[in-house]
């Protein structure tokens, strides 16, 4: 079986690299590109083939909302996996409404981090228990 061919959208290098090491013993994953703004992951699109992407909300340049519509637009097969502090319930929503296909806190256990990849492949979204228990 492939692995999830995964991109990581942050401008903290440091987060970038943890996500990373979570993921590094994973053989499902594999990390296929890496980019610091929403305008630096639209050209790596355009060359790499992505299956998920872990998109970060606050970033120089493009942040991560403008990324999702445009990812939405450009590339519909593409999951979105939106990764942040915010726990508001209205722009969580919001975010669902752009086309995000889930949501994940950015204090989740790398457990959860690893669930939250094959569930969105396999259902098409994941929300993680407490954005869950809001969002119904």
């Known amino acids: 079986m492939k692995p999830i061919r995964l991109a990581i959208a942050d401008d903290y290098a440091v987060f970038r690299d943890g996500l990373k090491a979570i993921l590094s013993g994973d053989e499902t994953v594999e ?7 929403g305008a630096e992951l639209l050209e790596q699109l355009a060359r790499v083939e992505v299956d998920v992407i872990f998109m970060d909300l606050k970033m120089p340049v493009m942040g991560g909302m ?6 939405r637009e450009l590339y519909p097969h593409i999951k979105v996996l939106v990764i942040s502090m915010y726990e508001d319930q ?4 919001h975010l669902v409404e752009i086309g995000a296909n889930g949501y994940l806190l950015k204090n989740a256990e ?4 690893r669930m939250a990849i094959l569930a969105v492949m396999e259902n098409g979204y994941f929300f993680n228990e407490p954005i ?3 969002l119904l």
């Open 90 to 93: 209205r722009f969580i929503t």
């Open 110 to 113: 790398p457990d959860d981090i």
């Open 31 to 37: 990390v296929v590109a890496e980019a610091d703004n």
């Open 66 to 71: 403008e990324a999702t519509r445009k990812v």
């Open 132 to 134: 869950d228990n809001r």
